[in-house]
């Protein structure tokens, strides 16, 4: 999926990854696309949260090769 900035929030625990995610999304422009990429076991919950909170776009999560999990948020 394509994106146009990334947060590395890899051995970040809460709410780092989504302290990051929001400072991110702040820099960006409507509709751009963040990737977030967090090892936090709890960030799934957080970014379905955060999402639904700020009316960001949770447009895909998942895992990534080597276990960790990523967030694709598209901003409002």
Known sequence: MDFDKEVDARGLNCP???LR???AL???QP???LRVV???PGS???FQA???QTGNELQKQGETADKAFEFYLKRK
Request: glycine share 4%; charged share 35%; no cysteine.
């Open 16 to 18: 780092l990854p989504i």
């Open 21 to 23: 995610a929001k400072k």
């Open 26 to 28: 702040a820099e960006m």
């Open 31 to 33: 509709g751009q696309v």
């Open 38 to 40: 967090a090892t936090d």
């Open 44 to 46: 799934t919950k957080d």
């Open 50 to 52: 955060f999402a639904k």
